[in-house]
């Protein structure tokens, strides 16, 4: 998955696609995503997956359209495997990025029907088989001690898609909300040698400190041009400091400030609310949704912002009270959250407009009204700019 744009002039310039964008080498790729149109199990889409939202690319060249999940993770290992193989004697950085765990749910003829959680266990297990066949090369090439790989996902699950959408377990909310359920996500950092097995972390951690912490490591220095939001987490990897390295995290949801944590209290201004089980009901039979949906996506503004402490009280179960010590920590965090929003500027928003532009369109072949192409072994794609 790549979802950060196309094309910007024409419908195969690819110029917002990764290969455009720094990455040396772009093999197989999603760059729209994996959707429920996609599905073509016919559990959903009865009439098979939507060719207009459906497109495998090598680089930028489509090979598939709509693309086909049977051997998708397969194909993505061995693209990761060949990289990885070619690139051994130098350094390099690989970015992974899964086709699961998003809807619609999909698994490899060697692991459909495996699971006894159903479709989502069986994509679960061939995502792990997937990470375990990438980590078991690095360990064969003796490069493992001299490795971080990252494993982490963007968002808490999509729970209004019944047993296909996954779980927070006890945490509160999913996907589209600010509640611990939809912004705290398993992440996990293997190192060999460096990092010592079965260290957990409590501090309070961004994935925007991914890119300043790889730098660090690296020896690389990061442009001053601009402003980074993340900071180097690379002494806490190390285990030589528990303190958090943030004093405040600010959350957003396209351009509208949504929440602000700062040490173990978070304070809500407003979210997507999280959907009663009477809707969660309505919406499945036998556990399978009927559609794709958020619960009330739009957001429901608090009249008085929700205060909690989420180290006590992870489920947010409990606003705090504002009186006493809690009232200093409240006010202090809507000052800093003020200061903060009253000095933020946006940046010129590069892709408003492109789906309304009929051109941009991705397709295998105009010559064709349904665009539905199968070109993977009989096109060399583009080499990256």
Known sequence: ???????RENNSDGHYLPGSHGFDYV????PAGNEWDCDDTGRHMVAGPVPMRCFLYDNDTIIQQPFDHINLTQRF???AQSFINKNKDG??????????MHTSMFSGVNF??????????????????AVGEVIDLVKSLHLAENTLAIFTSDNGPHIELCLEGGTAGALMGGKGSFYEGGIRVPTVFWWPGQIAAGTVSYTLTSQMDILPTVAELAGGVLPDDREYD????ADILAQTSTEDPHDYLYFFFARELFAVRHGPYKVVFQSVMVIPEKFLTANCTNGIPKSEYIYASEPVIFEEPLFFNVDEDPNELFTLPITGENADI??????IADLFWSGFEFGEALLDDVYSVCGLQPC?????????CNYENSVTPRQCR
């Open 77 to 79: 290992t061995e693209n």
């Open 91 to 100: 350094p390099f950085f690989f970015y992974f990025s899964f086709a699961h």
């Open 1 to 7: 998955k790549w979802h950060l744009g196309i094309n």
């Open 330 to 335: 409240y006010n202090n965090t809507m000052i």
């Open 364 to 372: 295998c072949d105009t010559s064709k009204l349904d665009c539905v």
């Open 27 to 30: 093999g197989l790729n999603l």
């Open 112 to 129: 459909s029907g495996r699971s006894r959680r159903g479709m989502y266990g069986d994509g679960v297990m061939e995502m792990a088989w």
């Open 230 to 233: 993340g900071v180097s987490i």
